[in-house]
T-cell receptor, first 112, second 115 residues
Framework: DAKTTQPPSMDCAEGRAANLPCNHS???????VYWYRQIHSQGPQYIIH???NNETNEMASLIITEDRKSSTLILPHATLRDTAVYYC?????????????FGQGTTLQVKP | DTGVSQNPRHKITKRGQNVTFRCDPI?????LYWYRQTLGQGPEFLTY????????KSRLLSDRFSAERPKGSFSTLEIQRTEQGDSAMYLC?????????????FGQGTRLTVV
């Protein structure tokens, strides 16, 4: 599975959009981009995933560049409850194990 | 609540003691995973089960660690002769493996402190 690179930390004002970048320059054609987040003292929570098209759900939007070497997770109106560590993970959907390889993620601090 | 349940949430034990954690996955999920997370790091994969079969173990899983999933339902993770380096959050996740893997759902974790 491809490795990802994320900034260690970011700040965002409450009510503004939070844009979290992820680089995955070695991604292969059958690998998806997954985002999870982990609020303090809780288990990771699935947010969204995508292959090459932009995706949106009730939590966030995922924008993947045309060459698929990077992506951005967008929280459109960040709240204090969105303060968490955000993990970008790249893996195939058909991997034998389904295990997730976490990096250190981006710590997002939403400020009032 | 039909999410992944882990017990206990917290465990403090003396070095050298044995500890056992339990994970109850989402009922229809056939895959179950154990991860370990130390402070400031992302979760690290330990092992996974498909139904009752343990199909992969990480090199992180030393001989003092053993995991079981009898009858393909709940799972236990036992650590024998605990060491201070075992202090961590132990996370359980489950997913439904069909033609394609679905997203994994995590429990709240068990925080182990070895003193």
């Amino acid at each position: 599975d491809a490795k990802t690179t994320q900034p260690p930390s970011m700040d965002c004002a409450e009510g503004r959009a939070a844009n979290l970048p992820c680089n995955h320059s070695t991604i292969s054609g059958n690998e998806y981009v997954y985002w999870y987040r982990q609020i303090h003292s809780q288990g990771p929570q699935y947010i969204i995933h995508g292959l090459k098209n932009n995706e949106t759900n009730e939590m966030a939007s995922l924008i993947i560049t045309e060459d698929r070497k990077s992506s951005t997770l967008i929280l459109p109106h960040a709240t204090l409850r969105d303060t968490a560590v955000y993990y970008c993970i790249v893996r195939t959907r058909s991997s034998n194990t389904g295990k997730l390889i976490f990096g250190q993620g981006t710590t997002l601090q939403v400020k009032p | 609540d039909t999410g992944v349940s882990q017990n206990p949430r917290h465990k403090i034990t003396k070095r050298g003691q044995n500890v056992t954690f339990r994970c109850d996955p989402i009922s229809e999920h056939n895959r179950l995973y154990w991860y370990r997370q130390t402070l400031g790091q992302g979760p690290e994969f330990l092992t996974y089960f498909q139904n009752e079969a343990q199909l992969e173990k990480s090199r992180l899983l030393s001989d003092r660690f053993s995991a079981e999933r009898p009858k393909g339902s709940f799972s236990t993770l036992e650590i024998q002769r605990t060491e201070q380096g075992d202090s961590a959050m132990y996370l359980c996740a489950s997913s439904l493996e069909a033609l394609m893997n679905t997203e994994a759902f995590f429990g709240q974790g068990t925080r182990l402190t070895v003193v």
